[in-house]
């Protein structure tokens, strides 16, 4: 879909990666020597101390930058547009278009209005039998002339040009008709369709309806940058860090069963990971939290103040408590908790147990929602995503805190409950500033210490970072980097063996599914004494859904790669790994052949592999449970899913992987 080229105009003559849009994580390890993810920072002039309790981590997935799809599990996911004259594409010019990845073969609906079932509606979606695309109004009027391919980035567009309706994919032009319907009156179906039984599985990005105007009218190069509301533009969305509408008429979007906002997308980025321009984010598992002491300077009395946060929920319970201040403390008034129930709906205590009041409106799991507390005169308002949703009145003063404030659960006088579980990100506290005092536009980049900032953990300082953007790595025992062995940059990973790991929470976009990918990194062996596990990627806390692992399977230092069924199928070997010397280790998959590369040469013969690996935890450095530890580096650990780097032999990176690209 994209050219191979290897510059990058906007970056200053960059070298770019022309797949970065299929990386899904880049570990450079680069960083202070020592350096783990496991200390978190105060940005304010207090920098107040930050006690990790439990696992707590952090990353570089975070609320900010511009390019994100959304994901469809393939049951019951799926987002309702209101019906709407806007959205009725009527009888004139329009087009249709979007970025699509699907997994494999599956009756599917990408976008609908009223579906295939209504006289004056029509579906946009994927077939069952031969991986084609079709445009269904009354009947199946268009299907692609092209197969498109599975596990990729595909773009697709229908258009309406003066009474003839022409289907473009990727740019080509792949079947038209003459049309004269008048498509009107009806909910849109993003990701399904009207009867929710054609779901789609895969990830939808940059969905763009624009009414009255035919956009293409011959072939064309698809954009390689997100898709802006031009004129016309009736629905953008599947675009953003929350489920939005990007258009001017900002349509409520419902969102119905589980799908989630991924930064995996179509576009790749043209910006490296900067803590200034993404930021970060705290990963929190459901049974841990960050304290910060009690101090003089969190006193609230009768200031104004604002408290914010951005959070991306990975579940619901009654309650999950991403920020508590002060509570519990002894004495009457108790002072502030954010308790975020099982219906999406934050109930704010701020006067003892019994007095709060709950947003009418509601953040939503796998999306990243701004959440702001604030206090102006004597008056409470609660917004989220921007939008005031409760207020309350009350002349409260606050005494001085005794208790500390806690990110990720509430108090029980020691550590915590009602832990919250998923990531939070620009938890700032400012006392003496109501900083919004009405509607407002969540923000679009990190948050800084301005003027009354008592509190600002940005989570941004995790030492060893995914530069894709998508995980947050959690550093297990004393995994960390070194600055004294590296194969390129300023560091690598050092394991010791004994204990250490990387660990990658569950999510989705770590799943491999049926897709063609390439797993490399560099490898320096102190010694194979261990018979050490290297990567385990689909084990998560158990040996259930067997996943991939790279194994050394002798002193000797054979190298055996495992895959397949449940009880594991040798792919792929390699006699024996020297100790005391960089190697590069590649594993690709390509149309279902896979083959491993050592040092650029491939080793063995190809063996089929189609398994479909649905299992999304990672683990570098050891087995699932910290056992068969490796004694060594990793430097440039690369997953690519979508495409295999490699098929035959090939000369080993003689540089540090890109950051930026393709666009």
């Excluded at 105009?9 to 994580?25: C, H, I, K, L, P």
């Excluded at 009947?139 to 595909?154: D, E, K, L």
């Excluded at 080793?603 to 699932?624: K, P, R």
Aim: hydrophobic share 35%; aromatic share 14%; glycine share 10%.
């Amino acid at each position: 879909m994209f050219s191979a080229s290897t510059k990058l105009g906007r970056n200053s003559g960059a070298t770019v990666d022309a797949q970065f849009n299929y990386v899904t994580m880049l570990l450079h390890g680069d960083g202070t020597n020592g350096a783990q993810n496991n200390t978190f920072l105060d940005s304010s002039a207090n920098t107040f101390s930050i006690t990790r309790n439990g696992n707590t981590t952090q990353g570089s997935f975070s609320p900010y930058g511009s390019n994100w799809s959304n994901y469809f599990g393939g049951t019951g996911d799926y987002l309702t547009v209101p019906d709407s004259n806007q959205t009725d594409l009527g009888s004139g010019d329009f087009t249709v278009e979007f970025w699509f990845y699907q997994f494999s073969a599956k009756v599917a609906s990408c976008i609908s209005l009223n579906g295939a079932l209504a006289a004056n509606g029509y579906a946009f979606g994927a077939s069952t039998t031969v991986n084609r695309i079709w445009w269904y109004a009354t009947s199946a009027q268009i299907v692609s002339s092209t197969n498109f391919n599975y596990n990729t980035w595909n773009h697709v567009a229908v258009v309406r040009n003066s009474g003839t309706t022409t289907m473009y994919q990727n740019g080509v032009n792949v079947g038209s008709f003459t049309d004269s319907k008048n498509y009107s009156g009806g909910i849109t179906y993003i990701g399904s369709d009207e009867t929710a039984s054609q779901d789609w599985n895969g990830y939808l990005s940059n969905v763009r309806i624009v009414k009255g105007t035919a956009v293409y009218t011959s072939a064309f190069t698809p954009s390689t940058i997100p898709l802006t509301a031009i004129t016309n533009t009736q629905l953008l969305t599947c675009q953003s860090n929350r489920f939005i509408d990007n258009s001017t008429n900002a349509f409520a979007i419902t969102v119905n069963g589980t799908p989630s906002v991924q930064r995996f997308n179509p576009f790749g980025t043209s910006t490296a990971y900067s803590t200034s321009v993404i930021g970060g984010s705290g990963y929190f598992d459901g049974s841990d939290n960050l304290t910060i002491p009690a101090n003089a300077n969190f006193t609230l009395s009768t200031s104004n103040y604002t408290m914010e946060f951005w959070v991306y929920p990975n579940s619901f319970s009654a309650p999950n408590v991403p920020l508590a201040y002060g509570w519990s403390d002894a004495g009457s008034p108790r002072l502030i908790v954010f308790a975020q129930n099982t219906n999406g709906t934050f109930i704010v205590y701020y006067n003892d147990a019994g007095t709060n009041f709950t947003s009418s409106n509601t953040v939503t799991l796998n999306q990243w929602n701004h959440v702001a507390l604030v206090r102006n005169g004597s008056t409470f308002t609660l917004y989220i995503n921007g939008v005031s949703g409760a207020s309350a009145s009350n002349s409260i003063s606050y005494p001085a805190l005794v208790n500390p404030v806690i990110i990720g659960s509430s108090w029980n006088g020691s550590v915590g409950t009602n832990f919250y579980n998923g990531y939070i990100s620009d938890v700032r506290i400012c006392i003496g500033t109501a900083v919004y005092t009405s509607n407002f536009t969540p923000p679009t980049a990190p948050l800084t210490a301005v003027t009354n900032t008592q509190l600002l953990t940005s989570m941004t300082n995790g030492a060893i970072f995914d530069n894709a953007m998508i995980n947050d790595l959690e550093t297990v025992g004393n995994a960390q980097i070194s600055t004294s062995v590296k194969k390129y940059g300023t560091g690598s990973l050092a394991f010791d063996g004994t204990g250490d790991y990387l660990y990658v929470p569950n999510f989705v976009t770590n799943q491999l599914r049926t897709a063609d990918y390439t797993i490399e990194y560099w490898i320096y062996a102190n010694s194979w004494s261990t018979t050490p596990v290297i990567l385990e990627y689909g084990r998560g806390v158990g040996p259930t859904g067997f996943g991939l692992e790279f194994y050394i399977s002798t002193t000797g230092g054979q190298l055996d790669v495992y895959g397949g069924a449940s009880s594991g199928t040798l792919l792929a070997s390699y006699s024996s790994l020297s100790t005391g010397a960089w190697i590069h280790v590649a594993l690709t998959r390509a149309s279902g052949t896979t083959r491993l590369f050592i040092n650029g040469t491939q080793s063995g013969s190809s063996v089929t592999d189609n398994t479909d690996y649905t299992s999304a935890i990672v683990t570098l450095g050891a087995y699932y449970n910290g056992t068969l530890g490796l004694n060594g580096y990793i430097d440039d650990f690369r997953i690519t899913k979508g495409y295999a780097r490699y098929t035959a032999n090939f000369t080993p990176p003689t540089a540090a992987f890109q950051n930026i690209g393709p666009y």
